[in-house]
């Protein structure tokens, strides 16, 4: 006696599901073999992109350092910096200078102090000298005489201020006010502060304690980083100068 018609009906459509799954199965086995390895070559690529100083949490990618140069001797260290006007960029040149005046040992036990005004410098730079504006740049220049003192100028590309006309911050009807407390910052922190080339530099000047200098004394100067490069395809007008700044202007 033969099945019945139902039964064979549902036999037909088992093998048909099951020979579609199979067919299913073994199309997807053969993609995943041709694209793992394109799938090896975006991880790889990932990887080393990761791997990469300028991708590293502390200096991501829209925040890379256009150059910092560097020139010694046994008692000097110039540092020649230039960045972008972006906030981003700040930490990652900020924390280099430190770094190379802290071996310098130029003005040692003071580095943060130094670090607190170059921060706000450079803040200024970027924010209200170049207003963010990524055509432009801002550059350091740093002299450290060890154990004697160190020099700091920062120059914007901005169209400057007049420093006279910053109101005190600490007269009592400005207590509120939102600007002037950086100049007051840099000026606590530094012995001498002024501002030059119609507001467009800041000229920052810190002793070294007698400590520091009694230490120098005894130890050599050997940095460890003779010269370090970034990329840099920007030109500027005018290179900032070595020399001593000029008479101080209060404000």
Same mark, same amino acid.
């Given at each position: 006696?033969?099945?019945?018609?139902?039964?064979?009906?549902?036999?037909?459509?088992?093998?048909?599901?099951?020979?579609?799954?199979?067919?299913?199965?073994?199309?997807?086995?053969? !993609?995943?073999?041709?694209?793992?390895?394109?799938?090896?070559?975006?991880?790889? /690529?990932? /990887?080393?992109?990761?791997?990469?100083?300028?991708?590293?949490?502390?200096?991501?990618?829209?925040?890379?350092?256009?150059?910092?140069?560097?020139?010694?001797?046994?008692?000097?260290?110039?540092?020649?910096? +230039?960045?972008? %006007?972006?906030?981003?960029?700040?930490?990652?040149?900020?924390?280099?200078?430190?770094?190379?005046? @802290?071996?310098?040992?130029?003005?040692?036990?003071?580095?943060?102090?130094?670090?607190?005004?170059?921060?706000?410098?450079?803040?200024?730079?970027? $924010?209200?000298?170049?207003?963010?504006?990524?055509?432009?740049?801002?550059?350091?220049?740093?002299?450290?005489?060890?154990?004697?003192?160190?020099?700091?100028? $920062?120059?914007?590309?901005?169209?400057?201020?007049?420093?006279?006309?910053?109101?005190?911050?600490?007269? +009592?009807?400005?207590?509120?006010? @939102?600007?002037?407390?950086? !100049?007051?910052?840099?000026?606590?922190?530094?012995?001498?502060?002024?501002?030059?080339?119609?507001?467009?530099?800041?000229?920052?000047?810190?002793?070294?304690? $007698?400590?520091?200098?009694?230490?120098?004394? &005894?130890?050599?100067?050997?940095? %460890? %980083?003779?010269?370090?490069?970034?990329?840099?395809?920007?030109?500027? %007008? /005018?290179?900032?100068?070595?020399?001593?700044?000029?008479? &101080?202007?209060?404000?």
């Amino acid at each position: 006696m033969s099945e019945p018609p139902t039964v064979s009906l549902q036999a037909a459509l088992s093998s048909c599901i099951a020979l579609l799954l199979s067919i299913i199965w073994l199309e997807f086995c053969s !993609i995943a073999l041709l694209a793992r390895p394109l799938l090896r070559f975006i991880v790889r /690529k990932d /990887k080393d992109a990761l791997e990469r100083p300028e991708y590293s949490v502390s200096n991501p990618p829209n925040s890379r350092i256009e150059s910092v140069r560097t020139r010694q001797s046994e008692s000097l260290l110039e540092i020649e910096a +230039l960045m972008p %006007s972006d906030v981003k960029a700040i930490s990652p040149l900020l924390d280099r200078v430190i770094r190379l005046i @802290e071996e310098s040992r130029c003005v040692a036990g003071e580095e943060p102090a130094v670090e607190l005004a170059l921060r706000e410098a450079l803040n200024n730079a970027v $924010v209200h000298g170049n207003r963010l504006d990524p055509g432009k740049l801002v550059q350091v220049y740093c002299r450290c005489e060890l154990g004697k003192e160190l020099s700091l100028i $920062v120059r914007d590309q901005g169209t400057g201020f007049d420093p006279k006309g910053i109101p005190d911050p600490l007269a +009592l009807e400005n207590l509120q006010a @939102e600007h002037g407390r950086g !100049i007051l910052l840099m000026r606590s922190q530094m012995d001498e502060v002024s501002f030059e080339r119609g507001g467009t530099e800041v000229h920052m000047h810190k002793t070294a304690s $007698v400590g520091a200098t009694q230490q120098s004394a &005894r130890e050599p100067f050997n940095p %460890s %980083s003779g010269d370090i490069r970034g990329s840099s395809n920007s030109d500027t %007008s /005018k290179p900032l100068s070595p020399a001593r700044t000029r008479a &101080r202007e209060t404000c």
